[in-house]
């Protein structure tokens, strides 16, 4: 048992993955109004992350590192703008996540 347990802890990344609800640990399960703050901290903490790979991003459209290299400036271009819009969608999806999984927590008002 103490095995799975320690397997259960060093595997945060892929746990929803490798875990089923009936088979995480006892001492691991939260109560649904703890389980839905620590969902909204996650995907807090997610959406910072894309956040600041969004921001990375201004990096690489102030450099072109590429002399002598078989890379244009128009590739380059091509290439960080792709790159911007997909942080930019990544940002974006992991926003509605988050909004919707603070409604979810969000006291009802009458």
């Known amino acids: 048992m ?7 802890v ?3 990344d892929l746990r ?3 875990y089923s609800d009936d088979q995480i640990p006892e ?3 939260f109560s649904d109004e703890i389980e839905r ?6 995907l807090y903490i997610n959406l910072q992350n894309a956040l600041t790979s969004l921001q990375d991003v201004e990096y690489y459209f102030r450099r072109y590192p590429f002399h ?3 890379v ?3 590739d380059h271009i091509t290439r960080v703008c792709e790159m911007y819009f997909g942080h930019f969608y990544e940002f974006s999806e992991r926003m509605k996540k988050y909004l919707n999984a603070l ?3 969000r006291p009802v008002s009458q």
């Open 103 to 105: 409604n979810e927590i």
């Open 2 to 8: 103490a095995q799975k347990n320690m397997m259960y």
């Open 68 to 70: 002598d290299l078989p």
């Open 10 to 12: 060093l595997s945060a």
């Open 27 to 29: 001492e691991f399960r």
């Open 37 to 42: 703050k620590h969902n909204v901290i996650m």
């Open 16 to 18: 929803d993955i490798i």
């Open 72 to 74: 244009s400036h128009n």
